[in-house]
């Protein structure tokens, strides 16, 4: 089974403060993406990276900037924590694209509250 | 741009109803579409995909059928269990950068299955 780790499940800092979020995964995908979700808006896509070192920003990546070293690794940094940042941040992962679907593995989320 | 509509809710149902969830989306190519649930306190998981017109995806007693000229993909089950209270979340994967497909997500919906 794929696994995606995520390395806190709550977090509570202060406004801003730098703030990182690790994700890994242990199936050698080479894509990774992080969303927030919000209720009533669903998913929104911040960041994502396709391979070692390259990523790409997503729909609302404002405020965001992320890392990615190893391939099994993704990290999303917060580099002055604002309160309108509180919200569940949850990590996935997928196989390159080789076909017509491209299904994406979820970690089990880190909600963020920023006082 | 893509955009995925989901049914508001929450919605509660007696154990053994029927349920329909319904899903509309707007997108520029021929995207895939997804079901994916969210169980308390977990991350997303896939429940079924259809990759192309007509397909019917089905997982667990849950199906949803890929309808090209209603642009739609509602989701349906004979008859619920309490085990199935969840937030069902309808997305489309039609984007592609590098090697990533993108998914675009619904806003979600809240079952609650009482017994």
């Known amino acids: 089974d794929v696994k995606v780790t995520q390395s806190s499940r709550y977090l509570v800092k202060r406004t801003g403060e730098k703030v990182f979020l690790e994700c890994v995964q242990d199936?050698?995908?080479?894509?990774m993406f992080w969303y927030r979700q919000d209720p009533g808006l669903g998913l929104r896509l911040i960041y994502f990276?396709?391979?070692?070192?390259?990523?790409e920003k997503g729909d609302i990546p404002e405020g965001y900037s992320v890392s990615r070293e190893k391939k099994e690794r993704f990290s999303l940094i917060l580099e002055s924590a604002s309160t309108n940042q509180t919200s569940m941040y949850l990590c996935?992962?997928?196989?390159?694209?080789?076909?017509?679907?491209?299904?994406?593995?979820f970690g089990p989320g880190t909600r963020l509250t920023v006082l | 741009g893509n955009s995925v509509t989901q049914m508001e809710g929450p919605v509660t149902l007696s154990e053994e109803a029927f349920l329909t969830i319904n899903c509309t989306y707007t997108a520029t190519g021929y995207p895939s579409l997804f079901w994916y649930v969210q169980y308390p306190g977990e991350g997303l998981q896939l429940l079924l995909k259809a990759t192309k017109a007509d397909d019917k995806g089905s997982n667990k007693g849950f199906e949803a059928t890929y309808r090209k000229e209603t642009t739609s993909f509602h989701l349906e089950k004979g008859s619920v269990q309490v085990s199935d209270s969840a937030v069902y979340f309808c997305?489309?994967?039609?984007?592609?950068?590098?090697?990533?497909?993108?998914?675009?997500f619904g806003s979600g919906t809240q079952l609650t299955v009482l017994p």
């Open positions: 990276s396709y391979d070692v070192k390259m990523k």
């Open positions: 199936m050698d995908h080479e894509n």
């Open positions: 996935a992962s997928s196989l390159a694209a080789g076909g017509r679907t491209d299904t994406q593995y």
């Open positions: 997305a489309l994967s039609d984007r592609t950068s590098g090697s990533a497909r993108q998914l675009t």
